[in-house]
């Protein structure tokens, strides 16, 4: 059954410290995007892939990093630079950045600090 | 810099209506626009992707319209029913940007049983 897996699907932090979330897909798919949603606001991008071992920066990069070290896999860490974690966090992949793309969405991990 | 919108934020209708959403962009260099469906506390499901050259796309009681010279786009759904409930939300690929996809802030959805 081809999908995206985030885990965990809720996750607490205490200040001051690092979480990473984990985003997983069996899609095949080159491209994987790790986006926040807020109450009442659209989604913000905040660092995608295209390839392995390769990322860029999105709209709200800091305070966040990731890895690439496989095409399946794209973990997200919330560092203690992020002041303000708390959080809808969706992971998303696409066949590529080509014209004909769709981005499919996995379920989502609730970040919230303690 | 592409912005999307979305008119009305929010939208409660009898069940059994008819009722278009409505999604604007400023720039009409895209290469498509999809339209997803979110449900309280979940991720995104994908509803419909119409590519640039396209003026609509249908799949079932949705039909979802491209208007790229007046930057727009609508969402028709047809004899709306309760589980249609949900946040819509609309999303462009810019041809200057085309490795992001930009979103627009959603239509919440009531249908009213």
């Known amino acids: 059954d081809g999908g995206i897996t985030q885990s965990p699907k809720y996750l607490f932090r205490k200040e001051g410290q690092n979480v990473t979330l984990s985003c997983e897909q069996n899609?095949?798919?080159?491209?994987m995007y790790w986006y926040r949603q807020d109450p009442g606001q659209g989604l913000r991008l905040i660092y995608y892939?295209?390839?392995?071992?390769?990322?860029q920066k999105g709209d709200i990069a800091e305070g966040y990093s990731v890895s690439r070290e496989k095409k399946e896999s794209f973990p997200l860490t919330v560092t203690s630079a992020q002041k303000n974690p708390t959080a809808f966090y969706l992971c998303?992949?696409?066949?590529?950045?080509?014209?004909?793309?769709?981005?499919?969405f996995g379920q989502g991990t609730r970040l919230t600090v303690v | 810099k592409q912005e999307v919108t979305q008119i009305p934020a929010a939208l409660s209708v009898p069940e059994g209506e008819n009722l278009v959403l409505n999604c604007s962009f400023t720039?009409?260099?895209?290469?498509?626009l999809q339209w997803f469906r979110q449900d309280p506390g979940k991720g995104l499901t994908s509803l419909l992707l119409?590519?640039?050259?396209?003026r609509e796309q249908t799949s079932g009681r949705l039909n979802a319209s491209l208007d790229k010279s007046s930057g727009r786009s609508t969402l028709y759904i047809a004899a709306s029913q309760p589980g249609d409930s949900a946040t819509y939300l609309c999303?462009?690929?810019?041809?200057?940007?085309?490795?992001?996809?930009?979103f627009g802030p959603g239509t919440s959805l009531s249908v009213i049983p």
């Open positions: 119409i590519q640039s050259s396209q």
């Open positions: 998303a992949s696409s066949p590529g950045t080509g014209v004909r793309t769709e981005a499919f």
């Open positions: 720039d009409s260099a895209i290469y498509n």
């Open positions: 999303a462009v690929r810019p041809k200057t940007s085309y490795d992001k996809v930009i």
């Open positions: 899609l095949n798919h080159d491209a």
């Open positions: 892939s295209q390839i392995v071992n390769d990322f």
